[in-house]
Each structure stands twice: as structure tokens, then as C-alpha cells.
């Protein structure tokens, strides 16, 4: 059964920092490429960071270049996404995902909330 866990969503003032963990099972991990989404209230969801393997590369959405960071752990079949200097706009459902590399296959976690509030 595929699982992706996303965990360490919370609140935070502006300007501080939160690390989200998505913890994957029911697949060859290594076989994916990894990503964060986020879908804010009225928004459409939208990529934040992909991670195609252990180094990379990466990408990342403009709006949160210089600020997050993506990274991947293939021996605990883990993705983190660093947030530092976090601002409202960043307030979001985030959303863990797989894609594979050598398939079509796709999953999603179920998302933890981010809120950034003064």
C-alpha cells in the first residue's frame, strides 16, 4: 500500500522558520522524483520544490527561491522542505508527492497546514 506522511506543518510568526517531513512507503522511493505542492484557500495548487534525486537537481517556484529548500534522504525514503523566512503568503495546505522517474505513476499525501500569521 503506498503511503506518503507528510508531518511538521504548524503555525509560525513571520519571519520564522518550520521543516516539513514526508515519509514514503509502498514504493522503490528511489525510483521517483520527489516534490512539494501547496494549494492555499481560493488558489490553485501550485509547485513549491521537486527533488529528482539524492543530489538534486532541484527547482524551485519563484516565490520561495532563497528561502526553502528541498532535500531527500533515500536510505529513510524521506523528503524534508526547509522554510525559513516564512511571510503569510506562504500560509498553504502542503502537500507531499511522488512521480516516477520510469513510469507514470503518481501519489500525493494527504498535506499538513502551514500557517504563517502577525
Known amino acids: 500500500q503506498v503511503q506518503l506522511v507528510e508531518s511538521g506543518g504548524g503555525l509560525v510568526q513571520p519571519g520564522g522558520s518550520l521543516r516539513l517531513s514526508c515519509q514514503a512507503s509502498?514504493?522503490?522511493?528511489?525510483?521517483?522524483?520527489m516534490a512539494w505542492y501547496r494549494q492555499a484557500p481560493g488558489k490553485e495548487r501550485e509547485l513549491v520544490a521537486r527533488?529528482?534525486?539524492?543530489?538534486?537537481?532541484?527547482n524551485y517556484a519563484d516565490s520561495v527561491k532563497g528561502r526553502f529548500t528541498i532535500s531527500r534522504d533515500n536510505t529513510k525514503n524521506t523528503i524534508y522542505l526547509q522554510m525559513n523566512s516564512l511571510n503569510p503568503e506562504d500560509t498553504a495546505v502542503y502537500y507531499c508527492n511522488a512521480h516516477g522517474v520510469y513510469s507514470s505513476n503518481e501519489y500525493w499525501g494527504q498535506g499538513t497546514q502551514v500557517t504563517v500569521f502577525s
Open positions: 527533488i529528482t534525486s539524492i543530489r538534486g537537481p532541484t
Open positions: 509502498g514504493f522503490t522511493f528511489s525510483y521517483y522524483a
